[in-house]
């Protein structure tokens, strides 16, 4: 016997664009998206390197969604610094460059 439920799509990993394209499928072809998305589905599930590749690209998803680790952490606030202090510089440069230009223009604003 066949057990027919439903499933619903995850927000966090199918878009409303996504919905939207797949809602124009099934009106452009006269077939609703649930049906669509079940034969999609059972072709993955038919083949053994189609389910390996999603096992895989579910995991990333999951890892890319996973909060920071506290090394990460420590590793971004670090780099941060690094940002602060180049962008520190590139402010001091361009304060002795308009102070060097104004210099320039009032010196030889009089000859």
């Known amino acids: 016997m066949t057990t027919i439920g439903t499933v619903s799509l995850s927000r966090r990993a ?5 919905l939207d394209r797949l809602k ?4 452009e072809h ?3 998206y649930a049906l669509f998305c079940g034969v999609v ?4 599930l038919s083949n053994e390197e189609s389910i390996e590749k999603y096992i895989n690209l579910a995991q990333q998803f999951e ?3 996973a909060p920071a680790t506290i090394a990460e952490m420590k590793m971004l606030k670090v780099q941060l ?3 602060e202090e180049e962008l520190a510089q590139l402010r001091a440069f361009k304060e002795t460059a308009l102070n060097d230009v104004a210099e320039y223009r009032n010196n030889n604003a009089y000859r």
Not at 14 to 18: M, R
Not at 24 to 27: L, S
Not at 41 to 44: E, G, K
Request: charged residues 30%; aromatic residues 14%.
């Open 81 to 83: 610094r690094q940002y």
């Open 41 to 44: 589905v059972s072709d993955v």
């Open 14 to 18: 199918f878009s409303q664009e996504d």
């Open 30 to 32: 006269k077939f609703g």
């Open 24 to 27: 124009a499928i099934g009106g």
């Open 63 to 65: 890892d890319d969604q």
